[in-house]
């Protein structure tokens, strides 16, 4: 990759990345973790246990959330700086990469960080219609949606997969 592309990448990845920090509104965030800070410290935090894990676990989430918001940030600061030399070196192309898969991690959180996405879903995935001709294709149809679905769930962390019923039709 020459140096006009990865700087057209860097500077690609610099807009993507604002438009992901200006729909998060990190300002929000951390007054929130703030006031989850003084929430925690009061005397009566604990006596509710069941609450004050929920809350922590929570508190953690943003925390987590506002680190790689910043850590991204102060990383594209500095490559959208490096790229404005003549010459980049190949550390720069491996930071390059690293940073866009960093960014591609976050922006996959970022999708799923509104209000009812902690909640559990159920998917279900039907293959659809015709005869006795059309189930083997639709069978696949159905397999390789079953795959892309894994895949994404494999991909964020912190979801599990349960298979409720499988049937061969």
Same mark, same amino acid.
């Given at each position: 990759?020459?140096?006009?592309?990865?700087?057209?990448?860097?500077?690609?990845?610099?807009?993507?990345?604002? %438009?992901?920090?200006?729909?998060?509104?990190?300002?929000? #965030?951390?007054?929130?973790?703030?006031?989850?800070?003084? =929430?925690?410290?009061?005397?009566?935090?604990?006596?509710? *246990?069941?609450?004050?894990?929920?809350?922590? *676990?929570?508190?953690?989430?943003? #925390?987590?959330?506002?680190? %790689?918001?910043?850590?991204?940030?102060?990383?594209?600061? !500095?490559?959208?700086?490096?790229?404005?030399?003549?010459?980049?070196?190949?550390?720069?192309?491996?930071? &390059?990469?690293?940073?866009?898969?960093?960014?591609?991690?976050? =922006?996959?959180?970022?999708?799923?960080?509104?209000?009812?996405?902690?909640?559990?879903?159920?998917?279900?995935?039907?293959?659809? *219609?015709?005869? !006795?001709?059309?189930?083997?294709?639709?069978?696949? *149809?159905? /397999?390789?949606?079953? /795959?892309? &679905?894994?895949?994404? &769930?494999?991909?964020?962390?912190?979801?599990?997969?349960?298979?409720?019923?499988? !049937?061969? !039709?």
């Amino acid at each position: 990759m020459n140096s006009t592309e990865l700087k057209t990448k860097v500077d690609r990845l610099a807009e993507e990345f604002e %438009d992901i920090k200006n729909s998060l509104n990190l300002g929000n #965030k951390k007054l929130k973790l703030k006031e989850f800070e003084i =929430k925690s410290s009061a005397s009566d935090f604990w006596n509710d *246990q069941e609450k004050a894990r929920k809350l922590m *676990q929570e508190f953690g989430d943003l #925390k987590n959330e506002i680190d %790689d918001l910043e850590t991204i940030s102060s990383n594209l600061e !500095t490559l959208l700086g490096l790229a404005k030399e003549d010459t980049l070196s190949e550390d720069f192309v491996n930071d &390059v990469d690293k940073l866009e898969k960093k960014f591609e991690k976050f =922006k996959l959180k970022s999708f799923l960080s509104g209000d009812y996405d902690s909640k559990n879903a159920l998917v279900a995935i039907h293959a659809g *219609q015709g005869g !006795t001709e059309a189930r083997g294709e639709s069978g696949k *149809q159905k /397999q390789l949606k079953y /795959q892309v &679905v894994r895949r994404l &769930v494999l991909k964020a962390r912190r979801l599990r997969l349960k298979v409720v019923m499988h !049937t061969d !039709t």
